[in-house]
């Protein structure tokens, strides 16, 4: 729900005591692999949820970021990546003033054709329950080899069952995040949102329909890593293209992805008089400048697109 405050200090120390403890922050999948048992975590089933960003004292004019990654094979350590960089993140989000009230959502694709856990959504965060829902997300490692992953179905979740007072209240369209290597089906499948989502819908929806249906509350960006097995396709990178235009980042350091996140946001949100602002923020908050570079390359096409919205007029 994203009622409580992030601390970057306690971020820190959990941190620290998982490496001298050589502990995993991906507990969940831990256990999952010790025990057998492949069943998304209850708090990450999507299924009759809804997943709400709401304003509150504390945070009187919330934000909703949403964060859904291919936990598939061809993905690689990007899961990972985003859990240590998280500190960084959210340093660069409060502190620099890219956003007063972030609350983060984190969630998990995979292929319903296939897998056995196929999606995960965890909930609106403002703290570190964020990193909590990180750790409860099983890194299934799945895909059917088909160069087809059921992004479609987290879109969908997205667009129909989440509730965030930024939209609601104010009219300001949150961020959406999805970040693979490999393309959406053409179709929402209905039997999969029924069997997952627990939504009894009677035909399939296109997937040009459901994006464009999330769009209306959400800044949609799709994230192509392109070391990982699929990125560098031109397949896969021209389909995507045909769906999201100059909002598909081809990022050539998939550790550069909490970077990107970052920069695409401070774009969008007008606070970046000039690029190099940005770059700066993040190579302060902590970031390799080899990353930062990276993320500003993968942003180029964006920036040109919409330079004349966001550009400050002296």
Not at 60 to 67: M, Q, Y
Not at 180 to 196: A, F, I, T
Not at 229 to 249: C, F, K, T, Y
């Amino acid at each position: 729900m994203g009622f409580s405050q992030w601390s970057d200090q306690a971020y820190q120390q959990r941190q620290t005591h998982r490496r001298r403890t050589n502990q995993s922050a991906f507990t969940y999948d831990d256990h999952v692999r010790s025990t057998g048992v492949a069943q998304v975590h209850y708090q990450m089933n999507p299924f009759g949820a809804v997943r709400e960003s709401r304003d509150s004292a504390e945070h009187p004019e919330s934000l909703a970021i949403a964060v859904l990654f291919d936990v598939t094979g061809s993905m690689g350590d990007v899961p990972r990546v985003l859990q240590t960089k998280l500190g960084a993140l959210m340093r660069v989000l409060v502190e620099k003033g890219y956003v007063e009230h972030p609350q983060i959502l984190f969630g998990a694709v995979g292929d319903a054709h296939c897998d056995r856990v196929p999606l995960q959504i965890g909930q609106f965060e403002s703290g570190l329950e964020m990193d909590d829902d990180l750790g409860k997300i099983y890194l299934e490692g799945g895909g059917g080899g088909q160069v087809h992953e059921t992004y479609e179905l987290g879109i969908y979740f997205m667009a129909r069952h989440t509730s965030i007072d930024c939209w609601e209240k104010r009219r300001k369209k949150g961020y959406l995040f999805t970040i693979g290597d490999e393309k959406p089906y053409d179709m929402v499948r209905r039997q999969q949102v029924n069997n997952l989502i627990g939504d009894p819908i009677q035909a399939h929806i296109p997937v040009t329909t459901i994006l464009a249906e999330v769009q209306k509350r959400y800044q949609h960006f799709h994230i192509i890593p392109s070391n990982t097995s699929h990125g560098r396709n031109p397949e896969i990178q021209d389909h995507w293209r045909a769906l999201l235009g100059e909002r598909v980042l081809i990022l050539e350091d998939e550790r550069a992805v909490c970077e990107t996140i970052a920069l695409a946001i401070g774009l969008c949100e007008g606070k970046l008089n000039d690029f190099d602002d940005g770059t700066q923020d993040l190579t302060g908050a902590g970031y390799d400048p080899s990353t930062v570079s990276a993320a500003a390359t993968a942003l180029t096409s964006y920036r040109a697109a919409r330079a004349p919205m966001w550009r400050v007029v002296e």
